[in-house]
């Protein structure tokens, strides 16, 4: 499974990309509002810091001016994927887009149905939210299982990148349906190593070890 991270804060993106382990970036019009910066600028410095995809999003609503906007942000950078809505004219936009050439993330996906729609229009990723669909009482993990089958039974090779995603357990749940992908706050991606037994075996290791008064 591949590991992107959901923000604009560089100096985030900056700390955990030094792991090694991520992979790609997504950003959408509300996380660059929350990071001040301009979003050519910020998307730029994020491209620089990572060699995977980097979401980038249209804040057009028709078609031909997404098409306009996403050939603005392709030019930043070669690892730009262009995030479009999931609506008619986003769809448009994606087919467009991904007969040129360019990566495209269909963003915005509440239903299987509409996942189907972005794998046909050429998609390099479709992003279903969990988080907001388990916000209104639904289960989004469902979803996801449901695209998976659905692209599997046709052989899309569109990318499940599951998306809104709130807890360390969504990650895990998402990776056992086979989610290619998971896009996640830094918070999260922070949490996974987390375990309290972890914490506290290496502490009476560490306390054990002392005793010791070896060095190496
Ligand atoms: C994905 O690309 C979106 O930016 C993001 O995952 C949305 O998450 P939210 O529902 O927590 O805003």
Redesign the pocket.
Known sequence: MKFFV?TAETADIRELAATGLVDGV???P??IAKSGRDIIEVTKEICDIVEGPV?AEVTATEADEMIVQGKKLVKIADNIAV?VPLTWDGLRACKALSDDGHMV?V?LCFTASQALLAAKAGATFI?P?I??LDDIGLDGMELIADIRQIYDNYGYETEI?A????TVNHIRDAAKIGADVA?M?PSVMKLLSKHPLTDAGLAAFMADWAKTGQAF
């Not at 998306?163 to 709130?166: F, G, Q």
């Open positions: 959901d997504t950003t959408n509300s996380l979401s995030k993330n963003t992003s939210f988080g907001r990148l998306a809104s995603i709130r896009t706050p």
